[in-house]
């Protein structure tokens, strides 16, 4: 079975940068979207950026201008650059794809940013 590998979390101080990487664990079809969610401790899961296979984004307000959303089909990967990290960005960061038929997700990466 597929399964999503999420890779780039970790620590980065208030106003520093950080890139997330997913791709799938062995060769499939392109994905229809992919995206990614965050969930803070407590919190509910919560979208943060999403972006077809025709290349349509969308972006939550409250990361506006801070993330971007990429991907590549050829290697039906998707990337979260994420610039002026503020500690309510603190959160586990999971990876969506979705085909015509399922959906699948990642096991997460944390994002923890603090000075």
């Known amino acids: 079975q597929v399964q999503l590998v999420e890779s780039g979390g970790g620590l980065a101080q208030p106003g520093g940068s950080l890139r997330l990487s997913c791709a799938p664990s062995r060769s499939i079809f392109r994905f229809n979207r992919m995206g990614w969610y965050r969930q803070a401790p407590g919190k509910q899961r919560d979208l943060v950026a999403t972006?077809?296979?025709?290349?349509?984004?969308n972006v939550t307000g409250s990361v506006k201008g801070r993330f971007t959303i990429s991907r590549d089909n050829a290697k039906n990967e998707v990337y979260l650059q994420m610039n002026s990290l503020k500690p309510e960005d603190t959160a586990v960061y999971y990876c969506?794809?979705?085909?015509?038929?399922?959906?699948?997700w990642g096991q997460g990466t944390q994002v923890t940013v603090s000075s």
């Open positions: 969506n794809a979705e085909s015509t038929t399922t959906d699948y």
């Open positions: 972006i077809t296979s025709g290349g349509s984004t």
